[in-house]
């Protein structure tokens, strides 16, 4: 009996034919998938770029609606600000007068405190 009609030499062969055949089937099926992903894939993409334009949508409308608030909240307190000032004009110029000073108090120690540090 040759090597090559040996029983264990046939059963070589129908495990490598066996191999292979699980092999390609194994390859088929990896390019079914890559098939499917790319086909899936527009369809994510499309998703995606919905979602993306959607909250750029409601953000850029919560930013507008933050804007109106702070317009309306500084309308009111320039009203009041006036108001005050025409019912207590004496009271407001004081106020401003002693603001003016902090701030300028304030002013002359930072520039001090910076100019000792070099």
Not at 11 to 37: M, R, T
């Amino acid at each position: 009996m040759s090597p090559k009609n040996s029983p264990l030499a046939a059963q070589a062969d129908a495990g490598i034919d066996h191999a292979a055949d699980y092999l390609k089937q194994g390859a088929h099926n990896a390019l079914d998938k890559a098939d499917e992903l790319r086909q899936a894939a527009p369809a994510a993409l499309s998703r995606a770029a919905a979602q993306m334009e959607d909250l750029t949508r409601r953000t850029l409308d919560r930013a507008r609606q933050a804007g109106t608030q702070m317009r309306e909240q500084a309308q009111r307190a320039g009203d009041a600000t006036a108001g005050y000032v025409r019912e207590e004009p004496m009271k407001a110029v004081l106020i401003a007068a002693a603001a003016g000073a902090l701030a300028a108090g304030v002013f002359a120690w930072l520039s001090r405190s910076r100019d000792s540090r070099y």
